[in-house]
């Protein structure tokens, strides 16, 4: 009986390890609001970068979101127009989005004190999308789950003969 009881203990321990990444994005929102932005390729040389701007339920007001590049470390200017987005309460996500094709290497977008994460335009490309980890770790952890509890529960498996037809 104590052997079942460390063999659920493991497994119950390796499911949550593999859920933590997942679990620990999925908390509630920033309280001032966010920027995310992505990007894809245009027909010439340019990006065009979207963007969602999330506020809190019942904010209000008129937001200026203004798109900066970087050429470099630490150079930040100016890389397109901005755009203006009318915030009513009780609407919370808002899109934008930026022609750019100026010879910046790095974007980022910001608004009424919110800055986005800084984007590289190596990933306005076609990429293919990643897996979700998080599920296949999950997946993963079931045959060390199985291989563990049967080392704890003593179960042995018969080794096959193996002979040789020659």
């Known amino acids: 009986m104590r052997k079942v009881a460390i063999t659920v203990i493991a497994a119950l321990s390796l499911v949550l390890l593999s859920a ?20 894809t390729p245009d027909k010439g040389s340019g990006v065009y970068i979207y963007g969602t701007l999330n506020v809190p339920n019942g904010t209000s007001g008129i937001f200026t979101v203004y798109e900066y590049g970087s050429k470099g470390p630490g150079k930040w200017g100016s890389a397109s127009d901005s755009t203006v987005i009318h915030v009513v309460k009780g609407q919370t996500s808002y899109g934008f989005s930026f022609d750019e094709k100026g010879p910046f ?44 509890g049967m080392r704890v529960t003593g179960i042995r498996l018969p080794l096959p003969h193996w002979t040789r037809i020659a």
């Open 105 to 148: 290497s790095q974007f980022e977008v910001e608004g009424g004190g919110i800055k986005s994460r800084i984007l590289n335009r190596d990933e306005c490309g076609f990429r293919v999308p990643e897996a979700p980890s998080s599920a296949l770790l999950m997946i993963g952890a079931l045959p060390v789950v199985g291989l563990v």
């Open 20 to 39: 933590v990444p997942a679990l620990a994005a999925g908390g509630g929102g920033p309280q001032s609001g966010s920027i995310s932005i992505w990007g």
